[in-house]
């Protein structure tokens, strides 16, 4: 199959891994009910979210994690790695759900609280439809859906590259078609069985963003050079304008904003069907950003950077545990009042833990206990005078 992926292997790039590690900190934020620190996460400042910069990086990683088996091995082995992918996320979807349902059970159980009705609440009411629901993934709880997503777009892989063997072009086309289709016929999954709505994350619109990322990374759409001072100062200007558009301080005061901002985003929807101005923004900003920090490059795991990065290199772990860690996030606030220092308290918290799962299952997937065992120092002491001794008499005789 044709492609430009380069055989030999890459090096991992560190700032793939911040990112991730970025967005998924970024994302706990986000799910933590009422949580007054949401205010002042990068969404509020431009069009696009942590959600643009999670699905673009899932992108590029699938590519430099697939691409090469496509490439190498051939299309029915590089599918079967995308079917055993999806597995594994499908089995991590249906897990967190469980775990957060336990989570509410024991809260309600524990704390005389209402969780397991409020967030859950189908599960209560039509447990058979709900259950089918959950199996199916045709129904989606709040906060629930991104994982969804990504199991569709992921299954999209194998089509591309088919594709992509038979024209250069045609995975571009697939992807724009497919994005059009969301934006002109509605084309979507059920995401609720009781009101036939659809999915809150759109896969057939959000998959354009997945694919940039992956067509970036597969080497299929060329990028121009960074800090390049046209594109930085134009990059610039659309991040300025946007943040009129985009924060709260301005929103709330001037309702003339709030209604351009709707007539340009269209409203509701522009996050369902990921608006064109979202993707521009998050383009504008990505590269602003790439361009900044390139003369940090080869310094990003550094300080705050070694942080993201860890955090980043175990992303779907961290993103199961973050939503786990939100709940509890909020039911501490709730327990302990909402005042600021309160939620910077709990917020810290669980970026502790995020970090410290990520440490932990680093850990656990570096394999210790097939690595040969240590000699404890005294006996390698011990071990080196008996062998220096060997040798000296040896020269002695």
Sequence with gaps: MNSSLPSAKRTRDARLDLFRGLAMLIIFIAHVPSNSWNDWIPARFGFSSGAELFVFCSGFASALAFGGVFVKRGWWLGTARILYRLWQIYWAQIGLVLALVALAAALDRGLGRSDLGAQFGPLLSDPARALLGLATLSWQPDYLDILPMYLVILALVPAVMALRGLHPALPFALSVTLYALAWTEGLNLTGNPWTGAGWFLNPFAW???????FFVAMGWLPLPGLRRARLVWSSALCVILSVPLSFWGI???W????????LLLSGE????????????HFLALAYLVLSLIEPWRTRLDRGIGHVF?????QS???FLASLVFARLAAVLADMAGRDAFVVALVNLAGLVAI?????VVGWFKSAPWGKPPRPPENVAATTQATDTLSRVRLTAA
């Design 207 to 213: 998959q354009a963003i997945f694919f940039l990322g």
């Design 251 to 253: 929103l709330d005061r």
């Design 255 to 262: 309702p003339e904003a709030q209604a351009l901002r709707d």
């Design 269 to 280: 929807t522009e996050k369902t069907i990921l608006h064109p101005l979202r993707i521009l």
């Design 309 to 313: 990065i860890v955090i980043g290199r």
């Design 316 to 318: 779907l772990a961290c």
């Design 355 to 359: 970090f410290a799962t990520a440490k």
